[in-house]
């Protein structure tokens, strides 16, 4: 997808989610493949909390309008959690005024196409002093902490920690990229940035091994959120 996250001003995503199953990036003939130029059509996501259609069909996850807000999107079919994942999207954040957001994860939920978490450093993923409650759970994620000098946070069952990386955005309206790979035997989840005119690196900003999700049981959802 092309999450067009407007950090500060909004959370908000605008085109080229790119979220397919299969072999390293190879499209599959079966499983969920999915690329959106916009999201003038949204009748295959799930809309949870602040997120509505901005301007240029961009999803917006939260605005600057009031304070205490957190927004997700999840695609609505769900993932073979037996089979590699690729995703790649591109995002952008703008510096606001007003009460702006923290930042918005991208997140793997066997919660539900319902699932939200806490406004601000809950980054509609996590619990936090907004709500207390609200952790998303089973879930793994990579958060993009803009509140926090860009921090990269793994998140693990609706929690964020650090992970010791960061991400490059200088949060002037420019768009950058990311790519997120899961591989399901090694069930490493590996993240990878870069500024619009850059390929894909070779080596990852973050990388972990999570889950197994195929031991989850029931379906499992891909989406983002934002706080």
Not at 91 to 119: E, H, K, M, R
Not at 128 to 134: E, K, P, R
């Amino acid at each position: 997808m092309r999450l067009v996250a407007g950090i500060g001003v909004a959370v908000a995503v605008a085109a080229c989610l790119v979220a397919g199953e299969g072999t390293a990036l190879a499209t599959p003939t079966t499983g969920v493949n999915v690329d959106f130029a916009d999201f003038s059509d949204v009748s295959s996501l799930s809309m949870v909390g602040a997120t509505s259609v901005g301007a240029g069909s961009a999803l917006q996850l939260t605005n600057n309008t009031d304070g205490n807000q957190a927004g997700a999107f999840w695609l609505t079919t769900p993932i073979d959690t037996t089979r590699d994942f690729a995703s790649h999207f591109r995002y952008q954040t703008v510096a606001g005024t007003g009460s702006p957001g923290n930042g918005f994860t991208f997140t793997i939920d066997n919660a539900g196409t319902s699932a939200l978490g806490s406004c601000g450093a809950g980054l509609g993923y996590a619990a936090s002093a907004c709500n207390a409650n609200g952790a998303i759970t089973p879930s793994e994620a990579y958060g993009f902490d803009a509140a926090d000098g860009n921090a990269i946070l793994d998140g693990t069952n609706g929690t964020l920690t650090d992970s010791g990386a960061t991400y490059v955005d200088p949060h002037d309206g420019t768009f950058e990229q990311a790519w997120i790979d899961y591989d399901a035997v090694t069930h490493e989840l590996s993240l990878y940035t870069a500024d619009m005119n850059t390929p894909k690196p070779s080596t990852p900003t973050a990388q972990r091994t999570i889950a197994n999700l195929s031991a989850w049981t029931g379906s499992t959802y891909l989406g983002f959120t934002g706080g």
